[in-house]
């Protein structure tokens, strides 16, 4: 069965750093799009990071470029999300996404999420 399983999240100070990883079996990981996205109370969810199936190509949300770095370990199976100098804004569930796009085999799994709250 397919599992994205979501670690490292916790309560930090503003300022501070976390990093997160996201544990992936049962399919073949090094074939996937690898996503983290949030969100908040009350707001829509975001795109926080994206990287190609081989890591060499990452996209960020606005809000996050110059703070986060996405990256993946394709021998562990693994996705991480290192965040640095967070906000209060940075609050929020983060989700782990994994996305294969040929139509003819279209496929999408999520993690169950895990909380990051920034506060002093």
């Known amino acids: 069965q397919v599992q994205l399983v979501e670690s490292g999240g916790g309560l930090v100070q503003p300022g501070g750093s976390l990093r997160l990883s996201c544990a992936a079996s049962g399919f073949t990981f090094s074939n996937y799009v690898m996503s983290w996205l949030r969100q908040a109370p009350g707001k829509e969810r975001e795109l926080v990071a994206r990287?190609?199936?081989?890591?060499?190509?990452?996209n960020y949300g606005d809000s996050v470029k110059g703070r986060f770095t996405v990256s993946r370990d394709n021998d562990k199976n693994t996705l991480y999300l290192q965040m640095n100098s967070l906000k209060p804004e940075d609050t929020a569930v983060y989700y782990c996404n994994a996305n294969y796009g040929p139509a003819w085999y279209s496929r999408d799994y999520w993690g169950q999420g895990i909380q990051v709250t920034v506060s002093s």
């Open positions: 990287i190609n199936p081989v890591g060499d190509t990452t």
